[in-house]
């Protein structure tokens, strides 16, 4: 029996006389490939190659940045003010016509090495302003190139460059208090209007549009904007707080045309656990319905035996109800899950906390006026049982939007804001062609980050006429530096910054200088309206920018143009001659070499 189950293991083996042959053609293959390799290696060796660096010192690296600024500042200087021009960029696909700086910036790349790394700071000049104040870009890369022009003069004179930044910042330092102490706080709908039309090229319409929404929203709400399959450009408030999640089964639907669940006045349950069995909540389903009111369960899910009855007591009518999944992961879950708990006035019940669903009390329910919930979104209207809390978790979520570096986290924490505090505005753009709608989306985008920021610092007279009065200031911060090299840098700042005002004068067909100084000469709202071409209270006829754009184009201005500055020399890669570039890219390298 053993014989007949067992597995034969005897070896296959070949025999001696085909050892032999096996034996001498695997020796004869070995040699083979000695040669073949020895004769490959002949021929081929592994390259490594490092581009050679081109190294620029004093004048001759000070003047190729030069060139390069100059370049991307007049094309982005071409459209300052209400009278400037649009730029073409020949980009993938269609052309792009636009009027807004930092997308001019970004779009410019330099054949020469030396003057695109000048290029290069006014972009990072442009981004950063866009990043901080959402607006303001050409104004900050005419403002810097003015600053680095008139200071490499200097340098060039023989002035200490170190020195020289050291007076730029103290100066700017002063400018920005006193910037800070004559701004003033937006005052009514109308202001708002105003900063929002001449942020978007001077667009009435785009002005009130943005007003109507930050009215309906509040200066904590969100404005979102997308793309319109129509002409006209609209504007959709989302009223209340809307959570990505649907309802858990089509069964607890009460508007069947519209497969909608439809509850007022009804209560809510918000906990992190998960209900599988009926007895977790028979108590509170009692409760809802002897006070007749629908009730709406948020829980990590509702499965199973909890489920079913829910499901058969919804359509026996013995209970109105509907279960939703809480909205997030993770940590994020319990974040939203407690601004639910906030807004609607109910109380957490958070298994942490060791707080469970079946002990869960009629009063530790919140309660929405109205509650729409569809297959993949839920929308909470709820007065807040609390207006002091909300106030302080609005103010804790915007401590952690300060603190925080990630895009995400900013995006997600900007909704929750948006969403305790009033709700979000969006604003679908339309227009006949594509090239108009790219347009049209950067001016509202302007608008939006311009409206906001006069909200939050207040704001100044428009068309420069801020940065004119406050070079009038710049001698009484003068008298406070003792080193020569540091005044210096102080008369620099002063003829620096009326250049914005003097460009916007030009761009609408008058001499810059004259309306400068006419400008000096008068009160602090008083200034030039390029629009009008009138001398006249900016302040009443809507010409006005906000405060925080111009401290940051100011900011960073001075920043990149102090960097310049102490610039001594420049090291880029050395281009190679067009001949042998060309002979580079027709002649491959041999198989098996690297060039780095």
Known sequence: MASANAISSTPVLPSPCRQGRLKNRRVSQLHQGQKFGQKQHKNQRFVVRANAKEIAFDQKS?????????????????????????????????????????????????????????????????????????????????????????GLLSVTSGANPVSLK?????????????????????????????????SSGNDDAIGAMIADAVDKVGPDGVLSIESSSSFETTVDVEEGMEIDRGFISPQFVTNPEKLLVEFENAKVLVTDQKITTIKDIIPLLEKTTQLRVPLLIIAEDVTGEALATLVVNKLRGIVNVAAIKAPGFGERRKAL?????????????????GLFVEKTDIDQLGTARKITISKDSTTIIADAASKDELQARIAQLKKELTETESVYDTEKL?????????????????????????????????????????????????GGAALVHLSVFVPILKEKLQDADERLGADIIQKAI???????????????????EKVKESEWEFGYNAMTDTHENLIEAGVIDPAKVVRCALQNAASIAGMVLTTQAIVVEKAKPKSLAAAAASSEPPVGSYSV
């Open 337 to 353: 899950l407690q601004d639910i708990a906030i807004m609607t006035g109910a109380e957490y019940q958070a298994t942490d906390l």
């Open 166 to 198: 050291r007076g730029i910042d103290k100066t700017v330092q002063g400018l920005i208090a006193e910037l800070e102490r004559k701004a003033r706080p937006i005052k009514g709908q109308d202001d708002i209007k105003a900063v929002a039309a001449i």
């Open 62 to 150: 000070r003047s190729a940045m030069q060139a390069g600024i100059d370049k991307l500042a007049d094309a982005v200087g071409l459209t300052l003010g209400p009278r400037g021009r649009n730029v073409v960029l020949d980009e993938y696909g269609s052309p792009k016509v636009v009027n807004d700086g930092v997308t001019i910036a970004r779009a410019i790349e330099l054949p020469n090495a030396m003057e695109n790394a000048g290029a290069a700071l006014i972009r990072e000049v442009a981004s950063k302003t866009n990043d901080s104040a959402g607006d303001g870009t050409t104004t900050a890369s005419v403002l810097a190139r003015e600053i680095i022009k008139l």
């Open 498 to 516: 009326v250049a914005p005002a003097s460009l916007i004068a030009q761009n609408a067909g008058v001499e810059g200088e004259v309306i400068v």
């Open 414 to 462: 900007a909704e929750r804001i948006a969403k305790l505090s009033g709700g979000v505005a969006v604003i679908k753009v339309g227009a006949a062609t594509e090239t108009e709608l790219e347009d049209r989306k950067l001016r509202i985008e302007d608008a939006k980050n311009a409206t906001f920021a006069a909200i939050e610092e207040g704001i100044v007279p428009g």
